[in-house]
């Protein structure tokens, strides 16, 4: 019998400092989550996560859906908790539509970081909202995001004149943030120049170069535009391109493609304000690391911009954070 308990003894004791060298030699999966696959800015995103993710041994999945919107987004998450990751990253296609998904996960043990968009007030861990479980927030600061554009924009205008912002649509906290941005600072430090409506385009470049032509239709007097996305900037763009006013309405673009190189070296794009998508991921992926083998993280984590205009495209230094395709 003593023997017996021995053993028994033994094999706790045994498992006891087996337990944590097993836990750490565990392979963990992170599923990257974008806004939407065919996009380059999310591509980029990608890119910074698998670089930390075959640095840190982790594996990355990457499922999302083709386009920008709840209703086909919340299934894909669904199906990646299904598959029960050790976390996941996601880029909320809603401020309010996707709590409720995001906290399936959240309760089933997958914790939840945020990148590039978040859900509720972008405030998590204060233990006061009701969407505050994500456990950080990874992003560009796009209020002044924002900002920048609509000061690019004035300069390029000469501080005086018509604008708009051609938009996604309401409710994405991104966008949302950059239309406020550029509001408050052309309200604030831009008295001569005034801001129509926005123009809501679905996230279709089509549609945002349409909405330009009937903005210029109704106001032949419009000086610019601030395409607050990567498609809602190369839409308008084109807009403008197709109502033969290159140089005349000026363009500010969110986001940095490749393509929109030749847009400024032909002068249809005045400024382009590239951000950060593979540090995003790059950091998204090592926060979720360092949280699964028990350290604590930032509740947010702020990514830069790069400004990108005719005089600096040629750079390597600027052009190395055009966006992967
Ligand atoms: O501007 C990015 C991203 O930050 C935004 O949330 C959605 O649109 C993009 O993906 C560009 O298409």
Do not use: W
């Amino acid at each position: 019998k003593k023997i017996v308990a021995a053993l028994a003894a033994l094999a706790i004791c045994a498992t006891a400092l087996i337990t944590p060298a097993l836990a750490q030699d565990k392979k963990f999966t992170v599923a990257l989550v974008p806004g939407l696959t065919t996009d380059g800015f999310y591509i980029t995103m990608r890119k910074g996560a698998q670089a930390a993710a075959d640095a840190l041994g982790v594996t990355l999945v990457f499922q999302g859906a083709p386009d920008f919107n709840p209703v086909t987004q919340v299934p894909v998450l669904d199906a990646v908790i299904a598959k029960k990751p050790d976390a996941i990253l996601i880029a909320p296609t809603d401020k309010v539509q996707l709590v409720e998904p995001l906290r399936k996960a959240n309760d089933a043990g997958i914790p939840v970081i945020t990148v590039d968009t978040f859900i509720g007030s972008g405030v998590y861990q204060t233990g006061a909202g009701e969407a505050d479980f994500p456990l950080s927030y990874i992003a560009s600061d796009n209020i002044l995001g924002g900002e920048i554009a609509a000061r690019a924009l004035a300069k390029a205008i000469g501080d005086k004149g018509k604008v708009y912002v051609s938009n996604v649509k309401p409710g994405i906290s991104t966008t949302d943030q950059r239309e406020e941005g550029f509001k408050k600072e052309m309200a604030a430090n831009h008295p001569g120049i005034t801001v129509l409506e926005t123009q809501f385009n679905d996230n279709d470049a089509n549609k945002a170069a349409s909405q330009l032509q009937a903005v210029f239709a109704r106001n032949s007097d419009l000086v610019g535009v601030f395409g607050a996305n990567l498609f809602s900037a190369l839409g308008a763009a084109n807009g403008v391109q197709q109502a033969g006013q290159t140089g005349t309405i000026k363009v500010v673009a969110f986001d940095a493609p490749t393509s929109i190189v030749d847009n400024i070296n032909t002068g249809l794009v005045d400024v382009a304000i590239a951000q950060h998508p593979a540090e995003i991921g790059y950091f998204g992926v090592v926060s979720a690391y360092a949280h699964l083998t028990g350290q604590s993280i930032p509740v947010a984590i702020g990514t830069g911009f790069t400004i990108m205009d005719k005089s600096n495209i040629a750079d390597p230094n600027i052009s190395k954070y055009l966006y992967s395709e």
